[in-house]
C-alpha cells in the first residue's frame, strides 16, 4: 500500500472487480473515497479531488467506469446495469482490502451511488452526490414517458439505437467532448438562455434534433476551467475507447426499472450531501427544483443541499474549491 503518490499526482493501476478489470487512479493515504464518474468523463474529471482528498488524509480511488478508458468494455448491452454497476464498486472496495468507503457520484455516477448507497449500507457508510438528485422507481418505463416531437426526440431516447449516437460522436472525439463539455457548463447555459430570451422562446431542455443531431456545427469556445491539454487527454480517451460503452448505460434504463422494481420503497438510510450548479441542465428539467427540496423523505438522513450559483453540469470540474471543501467538510463529519 506504499507508493501511491508520487510527485503530488495520482497513480493508475488495473484491479480486477466483479469478474472485470477496472483501471483506477488513486491518492493519499486513509479511509477511503470512491468516486464514480458520469457521461462522457473518466477518471480525469475527479483530477482535482483527488489532490484535495489524498492532502486531507483520505485515500481517494476514482475507477474509469465499466466501459470507459483502459477499463473493460463489454460488447453485450445487458452487462450495464445498474446491478452489474453495484458489484463493480462493492468489487472496488474487495480489491483494495477496504471495510467500507463513502462514495462520491455525478451524473450517472451520482445515480449508481445512490444505488450503491442504497442497497449496500453495510460497505459504504455516506454518500456526497453531484447534480443528479435521488429519484425513486417511476410508476412506468422511462422511456415511455420521455418527451418527443416530430422534429426532435430526448436525448436518451436519441441513444436508444445502437450506432447512431456513436457514429456522430467518433467522428472526431475530441470535438465532441470539447462540444459537450462546453454547452452543459455554467458558461454554455448562460449563452443559451440568453439565446433563448432573445428570440422569445424558452430553452429547450435535453432535446435532439432527429435531422441534425446531438452536436453543434460550429466550433465551440473552451470554458474557463477546462484546458486545452484536459481536452486532449479526454480526446485521446474516447479515442480508444469508443462511446458504445458509455451509451450502453442508458441502453438500460428500462431494463434497471425492471430489476429494481425488487426494491420497491428502499431508502437510503445513510449520510447524504447533495451539491448542485444552478444553471444545471438537470435542475432545469420540470419539477427538479422541487423533487430536490422534498428529497428528504427518500433520503432521511440528507445533511445539507448545496447550490452553486452560475454553476453548470460539470460540478467537481467548475467549481473545484467549493466542491473539495464541502466534501472534505461533510466526510470529517462523519463518526470515524
Avoid at 479511509?31 to 475527479?46: A, D, I, R
Avoid at 440568453?194 to 465551440?220: C, F, H, I
Avoid at 438510510?269 to 427518500?298: C, R, T
Wanted: proline share 7%; with cysteine; aromatic share 10%.
Amino acid at each position: 500500500m506504499t507508493g501511491r503518490r508520487r510527485h503530488g499526482r495520482p497513480t493508475q493501476r488495473t484491479i480486477k472487480a466483479n469478474g472485470i478489470s477496472l483501471n483506477v487512479a488513486e491518492q493519499g493515504k486513509g479511509p477511503m473515497v470512491l468516486l464514480c464518474h458520469g457521461f462522457p468523463e473518466g477518471w480525469y474529471s475527479w483530477r482535482h479531488q483527488l489532490e484535495a482528498l489524498g492532502a486531507a488524509g483520505f485515500l481517494a480511488v476514482a475507477p474509469d467506469m465499466r466501459g470507459y478508458g483502459k477499463s473493460d468494455r463489454p460488447e453485450a448491452i445487458d452487462q450495464y446495469t445498474i446491478l452489474h454497476m453495484v458489484g463493480d464498486l462493492v468489487g472496488v472496495l474487495d480489491a483494495f482490502e477496504a471495510k467500507d468507503a463513502v462514495i462520491v457520484g455525478h451524473d450517472w455516477g451520482a445515480t449508481i451511488a445512490w444505488h450503491t448507497a442504497r442497497l449496500r449500507p453495510d460497505r459504504f457508510r455516506a454518500a456526497a452526490i453531484l447534480s443528479v438528485p435521488y429519484r425513486p422507481r417511476s410508476p412506468v418505463r422511462p422511456t415511455s414517458v420521455m418527451p418527443q416531437t416530430a422534429d426532435a426526440q430526448f436525448y436518451q431516447l436519441y441513444f436508444q439505437e445502437p450506432g447512431v449516437a456513436e457514429a456522430e460522436f467518433e467522428r472526431d472525439t475530441r470535438a465532441t467532448l470539447g462540444a459537450m463539455l462546453y454547452g452543459g457548463s455554467g458558461e454554455g447555459a448562460a449563452v443559451i438562455r440568453a439565446n433563448a430570451e432573445r428570440q422569445g422562446r424558452t430553452a429547450g431542455v435535453g432535446m435532439v434534433s432527429r435531422k441534425d443531431g446531438m452536436l453543434p456545427k460550429v466550433q465551440v469556445p473552451l470554458p474557463s476551467w477546462l484546458s486545452s491539454a484536459d481536452l486532449d487527454y479526454y480526446g485521446a480517451e474516447f479515442a480508444h475507447s469508443g462511446f458504445r460503452g458509455p451509451l450502453n448505460y442508458y441502453r438500460n434504463i428500462d431494463r434497471n426499472w425492471e430489476l429494481m422494481g425488487a426494491f420497491e420503497g428502499v431508502k437510503v438510510v445513510v449520510p447524504s450531501l447533495f451539491i448542485a450548479g444552478d444553471y444545471d441542465m438537470v435542475m432545469a428539467f420540470p419539477g427538479a427544483a422541487e423533487h430536490v427540496a422534498n428529497m428528504k423523505q427518500w433520503v432521511p438522513q440528507l445533511r445539507e443541499i448545496k447550490m452553486l450559483p452560475g454553476c453548470g453540469h460539470w460540478t467537481q470540474q467548475e467549481r473545484p474549491a467549493e466542491v473539495n471543501a464541502a466534501i472534505v467538510e461533510f466526510l470529517r463529519s462523519l463518526p470515524n
